[in-house]
C-alpha cells in the first residue's frame, strides 16, 4: 500500500496516535504509584505541546485545562480520555462512543468475543 508509506495525514496520525493514547490507559495501573501518575501527567501535557496537528494539540492541551487529568486509577483516567476523543468526534461529526466500553474496545476485547 503506497499510501502508508507516504507523510501521514491528519487522519492517519490520529488514529495512530489515538490507538496509542488509549492503549497507554489500557495498561496504566489501576493503584498507580506518585510517579506512575506524574509521568503520565507530563506524557499528556508533552503529547499536546509535541503533536504534529498543531490546531489538534491545542484542542488537546485546552482540554487538559478544563478538565484536569485524574490519575488515581486506570478507569478514572481512561474515562477521561475516552471524553477527550468524544470531544473531537463531536467537532468533526463523528459518533460519540460510548466511555462505559473503553476497557472492551481497548484492554480486554469485547464481551461477545468479537477479539478472539
Ligand atoms: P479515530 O477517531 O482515529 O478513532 C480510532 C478508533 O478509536 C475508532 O475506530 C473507535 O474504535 C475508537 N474510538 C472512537 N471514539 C472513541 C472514544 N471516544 N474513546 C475510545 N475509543 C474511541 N482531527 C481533526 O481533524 N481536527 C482536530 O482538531 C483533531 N484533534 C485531535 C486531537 C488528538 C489528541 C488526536 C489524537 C487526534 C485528533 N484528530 C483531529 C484526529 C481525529 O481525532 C481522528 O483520529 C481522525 O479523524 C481519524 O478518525 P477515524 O474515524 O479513523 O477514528
Known sequence: NMAEECPPDIETLGRGSW???????AQY????????????????????????????????AKYQSRKPMPTQSRNAFGTWLCDAHNEVNRRLGKPEFDCSKWEERWRTGWKDGRCD
Do not use: K
Open 19 to 25: 490507538n496509542l493514547l488509549h492503549s497507554i490507559a
Open 29 to 60: 495501573p489501576e493503584n498507580p504509584t506518585r510517579t506512575d501518575q506524574n509521568n503520565v501527567r507530563d506524557f499528556m501535557r508533552l503529547f499536546a505541546t509535541l503533536y504534529p496537528c498543531w490546531v489538534c494539540g491545542e484542542g488537546f
